[in-house]
């Protein structure tokens, strides 16, 4: 429609290849093999998306079991803390920073497996959310960034410079150093770094 055919093939081939590197390890991955994921989202973390919501098919895509799934039930849902306790999720993902802080020291989240070996991780947000907030393109690089963090050993890349490659070709801009501190130092778990001089 814009005349632009070798630039939508290009992104295109960007997406298929993405996929292609992900469904070639989800392939030999027995899905009871498959990371145990909670997505967190509010202040407190206890709204979720259910399994095949829209909120949390970034997750299920990137090959993380959803710990979630509720007969009739679909989209965002209000889960308790004992639900949560139950799943006892091996990752947690969020995209609040202020549910993020707090979880650390929360007592409530302490005995959960995510919490206890630190793998809880913020998801970056600009411009639009890598899983979420609202469903867009950003959804690849997230796709990227998830599979990293459920297979390192099989999808761990450096993340710096995918970032930088994506937000390259997607958008037309290229990441300072210290951009992409701010960005993603977060989604690994960890403070950004002190800004360079």
Do not use: C
Request: net charge positive.
């Amino acid at each position: 429609m814009l005349g632009l055919k070798g630039r939508g093939e290009q992104l295109a081939k960007y997406v298929e290849g993405t996929f292609a590197d992900i469904d070639a390890v989800l392939k030999s991955t027995p899905p009871e093999k498959r990371p145990r994921v909670y997505l967190a989202r509010g202040p407190d973390g206890l709204e979720t998306g259910v399994v095949g919501s829209i909120n949390t098919e970034i997750i299920e895509r990137a090959g993380g079991r959803n710990v979630m799934a509720a007969a009739g039930q679909s989209g965002l849902v209000r889960a308790s803390m004992e639900q949560v306790i139950v799943a006892d999720p091996e990752i947690i993902l969020t995209w609040d920073r202020s549910f993020f802080e707090r979880v650390k020291t929360d007592p409530l989240w302490a005995g959960i497996k995510a919490v206890r070996e630190k793998r809880v991780y913020l998801a970056p947000t600009a411009p639009f959310g890598w899983i979420d907030r609202p469903p867009s393109l950003n959804r690849v690089i997230g796709l990227k960034w998830l599979a990293g963090l459920f297979y390192p050993d099989k999808l761990g890349h450096d993340l710096r410079a995918t970032t930088r490659d994506f937000y390259r070709l997607f958008y037309h801009v290229s990441p300072s150093d210290a951009e992409l501190d701010t960005l993603i130092a977060w989604s690994r778990g960890q403070a950004p770094a002190a800004p360079r001089r």
